[in-house]
């Protein structure tokens, strides 16, 4: 059985309680479920502004799959550990 290697992008804009909490959930489930096998790409949008535009982002935070499979967007603080795992095909 092959393990596929996760790309992801988390979107923030500075310190927000928001995005740290978002940062800190993603961290525990990628040490979790991922270990190994993916990378995990923090983007402050403070510093890095037009990457909300290239992403087409739909709120902030916001967590973007980029592989394996289908590209997937979670907004919100990523608190909802079932809809992650969901969306990362994880469950």
Do not use: W
């Not at 992403?55 to 590209?71: M, N, Q, S, Y």
């Amino acid at each position: 059985m092959v393990e596929l290697e996760y790309e992801l992008h988390l979107f923030v804009v500075g310190s927000t309680a928001k995005s740290l909490r978002a940062l800190a959930n993603i961290q525990r489930i990628c040490a979790h479920y991922l270990s190994g096998r993916h990378t995990l790409d923090v983007v402050d949008l403070n510093e890095h502004p037009e990457r909300a535009g290239q992403e087409g982002l739909l709120g902030i935070p916001c967590l973007v799959k980029k592989r394996p499979g289908l590209v997937r967007q979670l907004v919100g603080d990523l608190s909802d550990q079932e809809r992650v795992l969901k969306a990362l095909s994880l469950e």
